[in-house]
């Protein structure tokens, strides 16, 4: 990883995201231009050049596509990762309550078996449910009359609350339409 500024110019001028400052930026990734990574290997930290990079053609600022570009780089910082040793030490690291990379192993193994023996019975316990729900039959004229009325009123709540959204009024509304609100009550209860 490298920490770069750099600023890039076209024929000169500059562009608009064409400027970055303390940018840390993971060699090899391929997330920037096609050949700029490769300009940068060899640099240490203080070093400043130009890279020149060709913009490809079906680049996503259409202004830029298929154009060459000079980006000023400073090299402040450069990064490498390191893997650690797969050791005791590094087991205690990732958990304190262990003393070894084998206890470590067992633990990180017990947990997995356990997360997925809890996911499987979590599946079967959606899929038990929505087969009840599948099969479950609703009669209206069963349910009690509390219960419609609450849904009914949210259901006007909500109503009114888009209406208010929009600037309009529930007595304009009922204006418009010809409606009243007994006769809205009455649509959304037999809705």
Do not use: G, W
């Given at each position: 990883t490298v920490v770069i500024d750099f600023d890039g110019s076209v024929d000169g001028k500059k562009f608009d995201r064409g400027k970055a400052r303390d940018l840390s930026w993971g060699l090899g990734s391929g997330k920037f231009i096609p050949g700029n990574e490769d300009q940068l290997v060899g640099y240490k930290a203080g070093d400043k050049d130009d890279v020149k990079v060709t913009f490809p053609k079906n680049y996503q600022a259409k202004n830029l596509a298929g154009k060459e570009a000079v980006f000023a780089v400073t090299i402040h910082e450069?990064?490498?990762?390191?893997?650690?040793?797969?050791?005791?030490?590094?087991?205690?690291d990732v958990d304190d309550s262990v003393s070894s990379l084998e206890e470590l192993k067992a633990k990180t193994k017990e947990k997995l078996a356990k997360d997925k023996a809890e996911k499987n019975k979590d599946a079967f316990e959606d899929a038990a449910i929505q087969k009840v729900v599948d099969g479950a039959k609703i009669?209206?004229?069963?349910?009690?009359?509390?219960m419609i009325n609450d849904?009914?009123?949210?259901q006007m709540q909500t109503f009114f609350n888009n209406l208010a959204g929009q600037g309009v009024k529930p007595e304009m509304y009922f204006q418009i339409t010809g409606t009243s609100q007994e006769q809205l009550k009455q649509q959304m209860t037999e809705g």
């Open positions: 450069l990064k490498k990762l390191e893997t650690p040793a797969l050791d005791n030490e590094f087991a205690k009669n209206p004229e069963k349910l009690p009359e509390e849904d009914v009123s949210r």
